[in-house]
């Protein structure tokens, strides 16, 4: 059984914690930016060890959204053909009208639940990737999901996972937010983490990758600087503002009335502390992959 807790609305299949992201123009443009300015502050698509690892032809990008990161990786080698697929059909929709206003001919997009089989040959593809699954996925539902990954990667590909942790900041209210968000989590059981106080999937990216059989395992992480001034300061406090009232639904539905006033009080008191030039902010990024190991030498697994 697919594993889907506190689904916001019984009747939809989606459950991105963000309830009706997929119909919001607001929420797709924030998307949209979110994915370009990672991938300018991160300065690469994957890191450079993948491409030593295993020849990438074909790829696989995971609940694409809007389409961005596997536009610019269909964009950055022509001869590449990349698949994205998301559980939302105007998800979908409007990453294959950006690809055509685009130009970017060599990419394709298919409406798909990741939670589900997935609908594609074994050894299909030389890379799968994954960007922020923590938005809908379990921690019940990581391994039938990387199983099924290693079915439909070929022979030494490589899977490529990248999660979030919101990190630090100078201000009292958001670190609150943060707290409250994942407790949120925590208790929709959508959190690995074991106090409520994180959301802690980035610790378990390689524990995962290990358990489910792949190997070697390695990671990078990212820092993105959200102090004031910085590159990344308006798209965060822009990010904050949007996810905080897109949550509402979800907040109100696990946690109560209670938390969702209070999530409104100290969005208020954030804003005004990140608009304040002494805000200082860092989050984080990791990035770990593994390869299927079939075809590799026992010797050569992590």
Known sequence: MVDRPFDIDAGEANTYFIYAA???????????????LVLELQGELFPDQLERITSLHRILDVACGPGGWAIEAARACPAR?????????PMIEHAQMFAEAEGVTNVEFLQMDALGPLDFPDASFDMINGNYLYTFMTPRAWPAFLQEC??????GGVIKVTEMEYGITSSPAAEELYRLWARTMKQAGRSFSCDGEHHGTTAMLRPLLRAAGYGPIGHKAYALDSSYGSPWHHAFLED??????????FVR??????ALRR???LLKESVGDIRAPGFTGIVYLLTAWGVNPASLPEGGRD
């Open 150 to 155: 290693k079915r439909v990667l070929r022979p």
């Open 81 to 89: 053909h990349v698949v994205g697929f998301d559980v939302s059909l």
């Open 253 to 258: 539905r696990v946690a109560g009335e209670e």
């Open 240 to 249: 904050l503002i949007t996810i905080c009232r897109h949550m509402q639904p």
């Open 263 to 265: 999530q409104q009080e």
């Open 22 to 36: 997929e119909r919001n123009g607001v929420e797709l443009a924030r998307l949209i930016r979110q994915a370009q």
